[in-house]
């Protein structure tokens, strides 16, 4: 144990358990202390003084008649919208890996990194070029493209449940096809031959070899959506508040903008604990599946089917998604910010000035964007963050990645690998 302590990895280990135990540890505990602890102005109605032991809050979110508005409607809408996004990114993930993994589809490559694209761009972008085509009378200012074209579109497809399943299974498909795919890039083409030389149908090839050696990595991308759908607030809160659509992240962050400190501190706890539970579940059913292993000494044959007449079609398909995940909320959102009235593609109707524009009647600005100090300043903020931040991550992920693997010290190794992926769990608001 001694000679273990003095090694440079569970020194680098025991510091960086320290920091994250600073960073991570001692945040989470204050905020989840907020959940029982009477809140500064809140005396009178948790019966104590500040500072005190209560279980006012649990109460407020769990069982008062406010409950079902605060938590139990958020958490079915939430629950819902998870197991949609789920389904749909399965769906479209999956069959693009295969598409991608095993074909001789066109443009494999070139699809390959341009299906990974959706994930790059922020969640809301969606939201926001869904709201610049689908926007109806529900909600006051400028018309949808839709509307301005006649067209009224309902309140189920402009807002709510549909529109944000939609738009998140989009955003995280490619959780499915890089983890999907990946293992079936690895998977040995000569075990369905042998199963199929030995007589077995397709159906039980798929079911009882390819599906059992590609549950793990198809189960870890369920867990990731998941997990990301719980948090997620910009797609539900653009898109949501027009028909009053909540989930536990705007129910979080309505909570949190009203002062309402130990019922946010509630929401955030169950949010975590529910991205726990979920992990655990992971873990138990990767281990399970994790049973079904390969043993052998030669290499792999990855064979690619040939699709025939399909090929075509294939190819299509993969244009389809990455037109409606890329190519069409892009160009939506481009053609907004140099239209003077929505939907009218004529000469007249198209200008610059929202970009380089000068004495512009417009509430946010008053000049063209690029003429706008605010946003080099904004532009200069979020790159130094992002920089610091990904440098710093880097860092710390290949300091704690090391020390996991060679530290002598197992429960610091475990310690640190459970700890640093908690931030995951917790809400991006709280």
Sequence with gaps: MRIAVREPTTIIGILAALLFLYLIIVPIVSMLSDAVLVQFGEERRAGGPAGTFTSYYLARAFTSPVASDLFWTPLLNTLSVALGSI????????????????????????????????????????????????KNRTTGGQLGWFEAMGLTPPDWLAYGQFPITIILSLHYAPFVILLFGNALRRFDSQLEDSARILGAKPSTVAMKIVLPLMLPSLLSAIILIFAKCLGEFGVAYVLGLPVKFDVLATSLYRNISSRHVGVAAVLAG??????????????????????????????SMNRKAQLGIFRMPASAFAALVFALSVGLPILTLALSTVMKAPAQFTPENFTLDYWI??????????????????????????????????????????????????????????????????????????
């Design 87 to 134: 389904v749909l990114s399965v769906l479209i993930g999956g069959s693009l890996a295969w598409l991608l993994s095993r074909t001789d589809m066109f443009a494999r490559r070139w699809f390959a990194t341009a299906l990974i694209v959706p994930y790059m761009l922020p969640a809301w972008t969606f939201a926001l070029a869904w709201t610049t085509l689908f």
């Design 270 to 299: 169950s949010i975590m604990l529910i991205g726990i539970i979920s992990l655990m579940v992971d873990a138990k059913l990767v281990k399970e599946a994790r049973r079904f292993v390969t043993i052998g000494g030669k290499g």
């Design 357 to 430: 524009g000068t004495d512009l009647h417009t509430v946010a600005l008053q000049t063209g964007i690029l003429l706008s100090p605010d946003l080099w300043n904004a532009a200069w903020n979020s790159l130094s963050i992002v920089g610091v931040a990904s440098i710093t991550s880097g860092i710390l992920g290949l300091l704690v990645g090391y020390v996991v693997v060679r530290t002598p010290i197992r429960p610091l190794g475990v310690f640190l690998r459970q700890v640093t992926f908690l931030p995951y769990l917790v809400p991006g608001i709280a």
